[in-house]
């Protein structure tokens, strides 16, 4: 019995397996618990991850960054490191990110654009447009709800969402940003339509969020069956439980 026990322990060792993944700011919300469901059915796949904005992690692939599996807030990052053969795949669409207004303070969300333009928010923290997938789907919004040249003098720019939300919670009255951030377990206090509503998704166009894998995934398995993962019902019905939109 000891034998066998300890032949077992030596083919899982010999099986680990250690993959490297960049993913975007807004996805650091949900990625752990993505993992804890794909180690579920291959314990012996360790993933480390790496957080930033789509724009820098692509640069860093670019650079030549020992990452297997890109999840980007976009589809432009993944289909331009598919045009220049660093991605190994054709970009596929993960799932689809929402914007929400959010305050720390309990607001009255019934005309949240007529509330931005109001004297009581001075400051508002949005992603840049420069930068920030996220960024350039919230100008998009405010353009299209006619309010974006009388409020842009208040805004704030963080460079990826996660330091948008950070200005939202220090910095600014309000903040428009990823659902997904709100969903996460710190955030649990602030409710919906008290500290944050979703903006209207007729306002910006979808949010297609990318993944391929690339170069260095051909090294080991675990990057493809990660890949394989990312793309299933499984990780679709845990991406719907952080407020993107899945098909």
Do not use: C
């Amino acid at each position: 019995m000891y034998r066998l026990l300890l032949i077992s322990l030596l083919l899982t060792s010999l099986q680990a397996q250690e993959i490297t993944i960049a993913v975007s700011a807004n996805v650091s919300y949900a990625i752990e618990r993505l993992i804890t469901a794909f180690n579920k059915t291959h314990p012996e796949t360790k993933v480390q991850v790496i957080l930033g904005s789509s724009g820098k992690l692509t640069a860093q692939i670019q650079n030549g960054a020992p990452y297997g599996l890109f999840l980007s807030a976009d589809m432009a990052y993944p289909e331009r490191l598919y045009k220049k053969n660093i991605a190994i795949t054709v970009p596929k669409v993960y799932a689809q990110g929402t914007l929400a207004f959010f305050s720390t303070k309990v607001e009255d969300f019934e005309h949240p654009m007529e509330l931005l333009i109001s004297s009581e928010i001075r400051k508002i923290a949005v992603g840049n447009p420069k930068t920030a997938p996220y960024g350039r789907a919230t100008q998009e919004a405010l353009q299209k709800a006619k309010v974006y040249k009388k409020i842009k003098d208040k805004l704030i720019y963080g460079g990826s969402i996660s330091q948008t939300l950070s200005y939202a919670m220090t910095a600014a009255d309000m903040g428009i940003v990823a659902t997904s951030a709100l969903y996460s377990p710190k955030m649990s206090r602030y409710k919906e339509h008290q500290n944050w509503v979703s903006v209207d998704k007729h306002l910006y166009k979808a949010i297609d969020q990318g993944v391929v894998l690339l170069k260095y995934a051909q090294e080991k398995k675990g990057y493809r069956e990660f890949y394989d993962f990312i793309l299933s019902s499984k990780a679709k019905k845990i991406f719907k439980t952080y407020g993107y939109i899945v098909k």
